[in-house]
């Protein structure tokens, strides 16, 4: 190292310092610049690119584009212009362009440049995006799997399928247009990935049920009445990211089946319904380990399956993603179900978001428009034409709420648009009870809300003497009652710290319900108690995100246990035995996706920097099933939000096509 560098590293450093003594930069990024520079020549400009690329890790990226680094990266990491000129400036000069950063990286020891022999470097250069090792094997995982799964044509009977979706869909579209759902179906019969996409109660699940049903019509060479044997073949695995999800995964297949079992009695779908099994975890369906990132099912252990369906895939990160596609038999059917517009997983990857690209668009090629005009009888109206490529051809958006009208659907829709005004209106609109706006709230607002949303769970468990005199399946019953009402309303932050995050408020509403005399708290743990996993564990068996309720143990007098839902069962674990839970009468927006809640409240805090931002309130808002109250401290703070996009960095889409 030159003198010059030397100063310029020991400037950098002592701002990188500085800057995580005052909370701006996580710990982890000034020590992984010094291990970078650790490993060879570490000049100013590279570990400037190891603090961003490591803070952009922190914030769900995969990847540091170039010609972030080359411009300006403060709409990305929610930094002021102080703070990353006092940072740029620390590290001397830099090169002044994309080729000049790609260059520069490119002579570095440390850096991988793909196109070169590898030497197993930590970070990688890929055009012109810096990766992390681990996440570009990720993206280019997923990104081969998912070509080669969309361009792998597989036979289909069009005449066969033609019959059965006249079977299978019998209601015309409501709202003119072609019918979608068919759609969907037959695009995705014709390969071995399918992406389905649409807001909430747009009919996925309704549509991949048929979808079931028609691969179990068509899956001999005979016709339906010989389904049986042919079926038998079929093995079918349910998943989705969370334990909540996936148990409202099967449950609404299995009611979709059951209501299409009496008019295609040939079928035998109820059969068919039991044999699919119990859906499950992506960690258990892959065969998480505890305290290793790998899984016991992988490229050289494959799953056992043939079909496999993934609900709310938007929260599925890069990671598993490329974990489920390395594990999955590559002539099995991957089906792909979520809401591209959701937010995306805490953890880095904006997978389905990026994987949908084209969902909006269509971008049907002629030979797509004239299968799908065989198959379904649907023709693809021309704006949804055009050349996209074989990922898009598999990708089908349900444009249509069945169950999601109304002023909540009408708000949703605005606040996707990025319509401010559009979703001022709906909320200050009479909208029958559905909506309201508490502008400008203040803590005390929420407290009242939560005080009116919580009573009924904590009265009942009160009325029954904590439940702790009832036994057996009554006592089962009845703690599922008890979640069952707790599980109807909800308070939603966008952060974590302050009066307006999941941490304040949690503690300010135990205080109101105490002090209403709806909950009597002893130490950490208290009957009444909702929590939130923060960590999968193993041993007991619960995973991250799932929800449950503290109760007396009905079997041991002074003992607590945790109560979970899983679906129409519930489980329970002894509340001593949870380690890693935090209280939750209030969670983060991120937490709260794959559930509803009948009233879901959502708290904007004033201050949120690049949180705050449309997919954020979006997704709060399709979390209410009949009434959505929406707490801003100043209406500013919802227009600012609405305008903000999420960005997430990642090369998945230039990998898919390259
Ligand atoms: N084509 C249709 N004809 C009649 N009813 C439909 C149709 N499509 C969907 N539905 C009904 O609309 C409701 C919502 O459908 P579904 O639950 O499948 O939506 P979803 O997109 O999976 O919702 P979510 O995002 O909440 O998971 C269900 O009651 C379903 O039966």
Redesign the pocket.
């Known amino acids: 190292m030159n003198t010059t560098d030397d100063t310029h590293c020991a400037a950098l450093l002592a701002r990188i310092d500085a800057l995580t003594e005052a909370g701006q930069l996580r710990r982890l990024s000034g020590a992984f610049a010094r291990f970078i520079a650790s490993l060879g020549h570490g000049s100013p400009p590279l570990m400037l690119a190891c603090v961003l690329l490591s803070e952009l890790e922190g914030r769900g990226h995969s990847c540091l584009l170039l010609s972030e680094l080359a411009g300006d990266p403060r709409a990305l990491l929610g930094w002021s212009e102080e703070d990353w000129s006092a940072l740029r400036t620390s590290a001397g000069p830099l090169p002044k362009s994309v080729a000049a950063w790609n260059a520069m990286l490119y002579q570095c020891d440390q850096v991988w440049p793909v196109q070169d022999l590898d030497f197993q470097q930590p970070l990688v250069l890929d055009g012109e995006r810096l990766y992390l090792r681990r996440y570009w094997r990720d993206e280019t995982t997923v990104a081969r799997a998912v070509r080669e799964r969309a361009a792998a044509p597989r036979l289909v009977d069009v005449g066969r399928v033609r019959h059965w979706l006249d079977t299978l869909?019998?209601?015309a579209?409501?709202e003119g247009g072609p019918?979608w759902?068919k759609i969907a179906c037959a695009a995705a019969l014709r390969s071995n990935l399918g992406i389905i996409t649409?807001?909430?109660?747009?009919?996925?699940?309704?549509?991949?049920?048929r979808l079931l049903a028609l691969l179990f019509a068509t899956a001999g060479g005979a016709s339906g009445a010989d389904l049986g044997s042919s079926a038998g073949g079929v093995r079918i695995a349910l998943a989705a990211p969370t334990g909540k999800a996936a148990a409202?995964?099967k449950q609404?297949i299995d009611?979709?089946l059951e209501?299409l079992a009496g008019r295609v009695p040939e079928l035998r779908l109820p059969e068919l319904a039991a044999r699919m099994g119990a859906a499950r975890t992506l960690h258990s369906l892959l065969g998480a380990r505890p305290d290793t990132r790998s899984f016991v099912h992988h490229r050289g252990n494959p799953l056992d399956v043939d079909v496999l369906i993934v609900?709310?895939a938007s929260m599925v990160h890069l990671e598993m993603m490329a974990a489920l596609l390395d594990a999955l038999p590559p002539n099995a059917r991957l089906i792909l179900?979520g809401?591209k517009d959701q937010l995306a997983s805490v953890e880095a990857g904006a997978v389905l978001g990026d994987l949908c690209h084209d969902a909006q668009a269509g971008g049907y090629s002629a030979a797509t428009v004239d299968y799908i005009r065989a198959a379904t009888g649907q023709e693809i109206p021309p704006g949804f034409q055009g050349a996209a490529g074989p990922l898009a051809q598999q990708t089908v958006m349900?444009r249509?709420?069945?169950?999601?009208g109304g002023p909540i659907g009408q708000l949703a829709l605005a606040v996707n648009a990025g319509d401010a005004a559009a979703a001022r209106a709906a909320l200050a609109s009479d909208s029958g009870g559905k909506l309201s706006w508490i502008d400008p709230a203040q803590q005390q607002d929420v407290l009242q809300l939560a005080l009116a949303g919580y009573q009924d769970y904590l009265r009942m468990i009160a009325r029954a003497g904590a439940g702790a005199d009832i036994g057996g399946e009554e006592h089962d019953a009845w703690v599922l009652q008890v979640l069952r009402s707790f599980e109807a309303f909800r308070i939603l932050c966008a952060v974590r710290e302050g009066e307006w995050g999941v941490t304040g408020l949690n503690e300010a509403i135990e205080q109101r319900l105490e002090a209403a005399g709806l909950l009597r708290k002893r130490g950490e743990w208290y009957v009444g108690r909702p929590v939130m996993v923060t960590r999968n564990d193993y041993g007991t068996g619960v995973f991250n995100g799932d929800i449950g309720l503290t109760l007396p143990d009905p079997a041991r007098a002074g003992s607590l246990r945790v109560y979970f839902s899983e679906g129409a069962s519930i489980r329970s674990v002894l509340a001593t035995r949870l380690r890693q839970v935090e209280t939750a009468f209030a969670m983060t927006v991120h937490k709260s996706q794959g559930s509803?809640f009948a009233h879901t409240v959502v708290a904007l805090p004033r201050e949120g920097g690049a949180v705050l931002a449309r997919e954020l309130v979006y997704t709060g808002i399709?979390r209410a099933k009949e009434h959505f109250t929406l707490c801003t401290p100043s209406a500013a703070v919802l227009d600012s939000a609405i305008a903000q996009r999420t960005q997430r960095a990642s090369g998945l889409r230039t990998l898919i096509s390259e």
């Not at 649409?198 to 049920?209: I, L």
């Not at 249509?400 to 999601?404: G, L, W, Y």
């Open positions: 869909f019998h209601h579209p409501r019918d759902q649409g807001g909430p109660g747009t009919g996925k699940t309704y549509t991949v049920a409202r995964l609404s009611n979709a209501e609900d709310e179900l809401d349900l249509e709420s069945r169950r999601f509803e399709t």
